[in-house]
């Protein structure tokens, strides 16, 4: 299996990156490079194996539904790129 | 020796004996700082007059016979990762390169109530993606042991400063090595805790099965005094573990007696400079001498570890990353004239290539039709890798491996990135697995220094502490001073 430019640009798209024109070449052997090492794992016998990311165990952790100090309006506008009518300003969604 | 290069034990002593006063101390750690940081290039962001006030509070405290705590008014550096009010919070990256967040971290919480000094916030590849510190938007930091090098990464520039003398004590996040591979190439200790032992809270998210905070610092001691803070369940975290927090303080004893340490042959074999496996072969022999019982043991999934690490970190990491899209907070492309467009340029100017690089792979374990053969088995082989370690706790009390394969490397060597993943292969599996593992200085090949790695079982924090610091008070490897560590 083998990774083309067009590969690489489809992955971009789905990212939400470009690829410049000039890294194109790189990172597709890049990807081919490290995908084709991935293959090493076809070796290993999974069958029934279950996948776990925790090693404590957890389980779902609740808390009383009572309301808490959240973010201030003020606080939240702090770091917009641009603010307008006390909203997120960004350029047009819908042609 | 000079008060920057002391210890925090040390200097919690002398203000509470007001032999110094905070002031005093942050001064001084100011000049040092003044004096070496355009050579090592440590810090992305300093606050020296927040720090300096935050000192004379804690002067007029002592003043009026208040009681202190071991980190009160001791300064220290964070990692850039890290959330702390009032400074700005930049994951060096150019994406954040001028945002300022608007609450703390969980472990800045709890050091606030110590009431501690924060000198600033430290270099650090681009959202901890990297192992030398490169990938930083802002600048490379240099090794002070020898400034041609790297100071090894993501967490370089905490562990850098430490080695300069430009901190007393910092935080550094480990996701994959990046606590214990940088304190290892700067002679320093640095421990990543069990997984869920330290709310992420506050962390910036990279790959969040796998991240930990953790101390980087000059002694087992201080590194114990800094867990003591840290540690502990916290509600904005569900993983935080919801279990009782020990004074780590009390595990540091003098004894080894009786305790099993395993030696993983996978960790001494190809891969491994002969040089580094060595030393670490001399330290197990300490550690027999000391009264511990030495044996080798097997991790047989060892040589899946890199690959199936760098297939889960980046698949989290695109997830992750997807909150920096110009539209709330951060960089932002202003040319574009439509939001998807504006988006995916922002992103592009906004990432470096390493970033851009794991996103893009994580998309692509993730994306369909490769998800099964990608994600899901490197998860299932991760349930394996797990296995290893537990199969090996039966029959050890903690096993004891090189932190890194080699020491610090020359600055710009130009690897390809997977040469550089491979060089993970020691780190990565304690991570995979959630356990805790410290590095601590055991050696030098031509002036540079070796770090040995202890790991536990989950939760055994007390244990790694205790064999670390009966090895530590045996040896004097801990007390060498980098060379532009500064007067002895």
């Given at each position: 299996m083998s990774i083309t430019a067009k590969d690489v640009k489809h992955i971009a798209t789905l990212s939400r990156l470009n690829v410049p024109a000039d890294e194109l070449d790189k990172f597709q052997e890049q990807f081919n490079q490290i995908l084709n090492y991935a293959e090493i794992l076809k070796k290993v016998d999974t069958t029934g194996i279950e996948p776990s990311p925790y090693v404590l165990p957890t389980s779902n952790v609740f808390r009383e539904d009572v309301p808490q100090p959240g973010v201030t309006h003020e606080e939240a506008m702090k770091n917009a790129p641009e603010e307008h009518n006390g909203g997120f300003k960004v350029p047009r969604v819908i042609e | 020796m000079a008060l920057y290069n002391e210890t925090v034990h040390e200097l919690h002593e002398k203000l509470t004996k007001k032999e110094i006063s905070s002031v005093e101390l942050t001064n001084a750690v100011y000049d040092r700082i003044d004096e070496v940081e355009d050579q090592v290039k440590a810090y992305i962001t300093l606050d020296k007059e927040g720090a300096l006030k935050k000192a004379a509070q804690v002067d007029a405290r002592i003043a009026a016979g208040e009681a202190i705590k071991p980190l009160t008014g001791v300064p220290g550096a964070i990692k850039d990762n890290i959330s702390l009010k009032g400074m700005r919070l930049t994951c060096a990256s150019k994406i954040l390169e001028n945002f300022q967040p608007i609450y703390d971290a969980h472990v800045i919480e709890n050091l606030r109530k110590d009431d501690t000094v924060f000198l600033g916030k430290t270099n650090m590849d681009e959202f901890a993606m990297g192992s030398t510190t490169e990938t930083s938007y802002f600048q490379s930091t240099s090794n002070p042991w020898d400034l041609s090098r790297v100071p090894g990464g993501s967490s370089g520039g905490s562990a850098a400063a430490i080695a300069a003398g430009e901190a007393i004590w910092s935080l550094g996040s480990d996701t994959g090595g990046s606590i214990r591979q940088p304190a290892s190439f700067n002679g320093c200790v640095g421990i990543k805790p069990t997984y869920g032992r330290v709310s992420r809270y506050g962390c910036i998210a990279f790959a969040s099965s796998l991240d930990q905070i953790g101390p980087i610092v000059r002694d087992v001691t201080d590194a114990a005094i800094v867990l003591n803070t840290i540690c502990g369940v916290d509600a904005h975290d569900s993983t935080s573990a919801n279990v009782p927090v020990p004074d780590?303080?009390?595990?540091?004893?003098?004894?080894?007696?009786?305790?099993?340490?395993?030696?993983?042959?996978?960790?001494?074999?190809?891969?491994?400079?002969?040089?580094?496996?060595?030393?670490?072969?001399?330290?197990?022999?300490?550690?027999?001498?000391?009264?511990?019982?030495?044996?080798?043991?097997?991790?047989?999934?060892?040589e899946y570890a890199v690959i199936t690490y760098y297939i889960i970190a980046p698949a989290e990491a695109s997830a992750n990353l997807g909150r920096f899209d110009g539209v709330r907070y951060g960089y932002r492309n202003m040319q574009a004239q439509s939001a998807p467009e504006m988006m995916a340029a922002t992103r592009t100017e906004g990432f470096g290539q390493e970033v851009r690089r794991r996103i893009m792979l994580g998309t692509y374990v993730l994306s369909s039709g490769y998800y099964d053969a990608y994600y899901n088995k490197a998860m299932q082989v991760?349930?394996?890798?797990?296995?290893?370690?537990?199969?090996?706790?039966?029959?050890?009390?903690?096993?004891?491996?090189?932190?890194?394969?080699?020491?610090?490397?020359?600055?710009?060597?130009?690897?390809?990135?997977?040469?550089i993943y491979m060089l993970d292969v020691t780190t990565i599996p304690v991570n995979m697995a959630g356990l805790p593992g410290i590095s601590i200085p055991c050696g030098f090949i031509d002036h540079m220094p070796v770090g040995a790695q202890l790991i536990g079982k989950p939760l055994g924090e007390e244990t790694l502490l205790r064999a670390a610091y009966t090895f530590e008070q045996a040896t004097d490897f801990h007390k060498a001073v980098a060379p532009l560590g500064g007067k002895k």
């Open positions: - | 780590f303080t009390k595990a540091l004893k003098q004894d080894v007696k009786g305790m099993t340490i395993g030696l993983p042959k996978e960790f001494f074999g190809k891969g491994t400079d002969p040089k580094v496996a060595e030393q670490i072969k001399l330290t197990a022999k300490k550690f027999e001498e000391l009264g511990a019982h030495v044996v080798e043991v097997s991790l047989p999934h060892t991760r349930t394996l890798i797990r296995q290893d370690y537990q199969k090996a706790f039966e029959q050890c009390d903690l096993l004891l491996t090189p932190t890194s394969p080699v020491v610090a490397y020359p600055l710009d060597a130009k690897m390809d990135p997977l040469t």
